[in-house]
């Protein structure tokens, strides 16, 4: 306000004399002064049922403006309010790349000359054969030295029947050009500083354009200082806008609006705008003003070794890791221990870090995934339920396979070999990923939105946290005398270890048939059939003591039961689920536009981010979401609810846990109504979280 005081002084200073020019030349009668406003359509006739454009055009006089949807400094949008036949519809105004329009200090966003603002009209079926009339009572503030208010009645007619293009059909080519394209390929975040944000942009892979002079007009109302420079740098692959704060506005969870390519650059051949929706990651807003980066990471780095720690508790995890437990007991020196320890940890470390490497080499080439998201992949998923049914046999003594792939990770660790023992951790990693433990979400979305080097950091940090207390078990084997002495017991717990693995192997099986159906779990489930007949046969008739003919015969036969399950498998990956199969009831699926119209309206919504192969996420459902109480809180306080499935690969949903800063599920949202930010319950609930967070919370319909 102090700046802004000297500048309103002088305005009104000057208003007079501005004033009086302007007023000698108006028409008392125009209600649209210095401007013309018209309503023209793309199609002189359109098909029942069919949609097309209009356009919004408004005609101003040299030296005079109209605005954006965000005025900037000073101004406000243009708007029309429709009046159309029951059974046509209209969507909302698209508003083409403003320009800024600086007046004594000012900035705005608007536009000169002529614009057109474009919107899309459905028709009905039923007004086959008819003329309709589409007509609306347009408002905007037409603005020079000084500002009018601006209205104008618009219509324009169009028949039904045939579809037909209008003799104006051929300028709305030059309409569409200046509008904001969809940033799908595109990556973009917004990094919380101490002087406001820095707006990170990645090209779409292909894209070799200049972003020098580019521009981010924000869709918000004092978020950034609207006349201050955006100067812009290079981070990697990355290139950084610095936005400075408006200092009145608290930090969004997404920052939104246009970014405007310098001239002469276009996205596909004709646009230069990109609509921005780019997510403030939440760990990062908490942080940002008094630490700034480097708090950041800190947080983030502890964050990550206490969810890597949490994460050995996990159920997904255990499996494997009791494994390692067992090779503890073999007795192993002291020399023999560490140095298995060691490798598992390098195992554990080694895999986060290639994963990480992955992920974020997917997201920079424009793909929408996240944490886990090798698990929305079919195939991923019946590979890794052989795996398990497989080292689940050799557990058992169905067969040995000595230091072959199912029995490394268990076999070195009763063995001086190292493949084994590596291999453990790397298999633990792989099955850690459908788990989100507590402190991983925000550290994870927090690192995701972060140059290469600080991501790979806190992936690695987190890997450290989960391989920590076996590589302590190995260093300090005295914490081990607590077990029995090495004896026949040992193999008893071997074997009885192997049913946690075939339960895994349910688990996967089961959220492979959430993704392709029941045939697809079938065809999954007869392959393992012919894997542990594989098992079997090599088993009975071990190598060392069949004869030739025994060993070819039965070599054979496993060789075809394995080739009948990779096909059973490949084919089981292409059947395809029904959609929607974890809304019921009261949960509805997720639909962003109807959560985000929902929020605008106030109303409170809840959204349940899951997905099949996240144990977590089951658990919660079955101990807390879905039970009887929660529910019936749920219904007394009108929250709508929605089931966001991530399941499979969906852009909508991880476009939405990354303008929350999360990667992965289980997340738990909570809008509160009335206009408040999200509230993100923690990632293992009870009723008593929930209930505690829906304390207050009511819908404004429900209340009435």
Known sequence: ?????????????????????????????????????????????????????????????????????????????????????????????????????????????????????????????????????????????????????????????????????????????????????????????????????????????????????????????????????????????????????????????????????????????????????????????????????????????????????????????????????????????????????????????????????????????????????????????????VLMTGLALWMLGVVEFGGRLMGAAAQADRREGAGGAFLSGVLATLVATPCTAPFMGAALGWALVQPAAAALAVFATLGVGMALPYVLLSFFPAWLQRLPTPGPWMETLKQALAFPLFLTAVWLVWTFGAQTGINGAGALLAALVLVGLAAWVVGRWPGATASGAARLATRGLAVLALGGAIALTIYGSQQTASAGTTASGAWAPFDPAEVQSLVAAGEPVFVDFTATWCLTCQANKASTLRTDAVERAFQDRGVHLFVADWTRRDDDITAALDALGRSGVPVYALYPGGGADPVLLPEVLTPGVVLDALDGVSSPLASR
Not at 113 to 138: C, K, N, P, Q, Y
Not at 269 to 278: D, Q, Y
Not at 366 to 380: D, K, R, T
Request: hydrophobic share 50%.
């Open 1 to 385: 306000m102090a700046r802004l005081f000297p500048l309103l002084v002088l305005l009104l200073a000057a208003f007079p004399a501005a004033a009086q020019s302007a007023f000698d030349d108006l028409d008392p009668n125009d209600p649209s002064p210095y401007s013309e406003a018209a309503l023209v359509s793309e199609a002189a006739s359109v098909a029942p049922g069919d949609s097309f454009t209009v356009a919004l055009v408004l005609t101003q006089d040299p030296g005079w403006h109209s605005y954006w949807l965000n005025g900037g400094d000073a101004g406000q949008p243009t708007t029309i309010e429709w009046d159309l036949p029951e059974g046509v519809t209209a969507g909302d105004l698209r508003f083409p790349v403003p320009e800024t329009i600086e007046i004594g200090g000012l900035v705005s966003y608007g536009y000169e000359d002529e614009v057109a603002l474009l919107a899309t009209v459905t028709v009905d079926e039923e007004f086959a054969g008819r003329e309709i009339a589409l007509a609306g009572s347009a408002d905007w503030l037409i603005c020079a030295d000084i500002c009018l208010p601006a209205s104008a009645e618009v219509q324009t007619t169009v028949a039904v029947g045939a579809g037909k293009l209008a003799e104006e059909a051929g300028r709305f080519q030059a309409w569409r050009e200046p509008l904001p394209m969809d940033a799908r390929g595109w990556t973009t975040e917004a990094i919380p500083t101490a002087e406001g944000f820095d707006l990170r942009v990645i090209p779409a892979p292909g894209w070799a354009g200049s972003m020098e002079g580019a521009y981010f007009f924000p869709l918000d109302s004092g978020v950034i200082d609207y006349a201050a420079p955006q100067p812009l740098s290079r981070d990697g692959e990355a290139y950084v806008l610095a936005l400075d704060g408006s200092g009145i506005a608290d930090t969004p969870s997404t920052l939104s609006g246009t970014l405007a390519l310098p001239e002469g650059e276009t996205l596909d051949g004709a646009h230069r705008g990109l609509e921005v929706r780019a997510p403030v990651p939440q760990i990062a807003a908490a942080s940002g003003a008094s630490g700034g980066e480097v708090g950041s990471l800190w947080v983030a780095l502890l964050l990550a070794l206490g969810g890597g720690l949490l994460l050995n508790l996990m159920p997904c995890v255990f499996p494997i890791l009791s494994i390692k437990i067992l090779g503890f007991a073999q007795g192993h020196d002291d020399a023999t221990m560490r140095r298995h320890g060691l490798l598992f940890g390098a195992g554990v470390l080694v895999s986060f870090l290639v994963l990480a490497g992955a992920l974020l080499a997917l997201r920079g080439a424009g793909e929408a995934v996240g944490w886990g998201f090798q698990l929305q992949s079919p195939p991923v998923i019946a590979a890794l339920a």
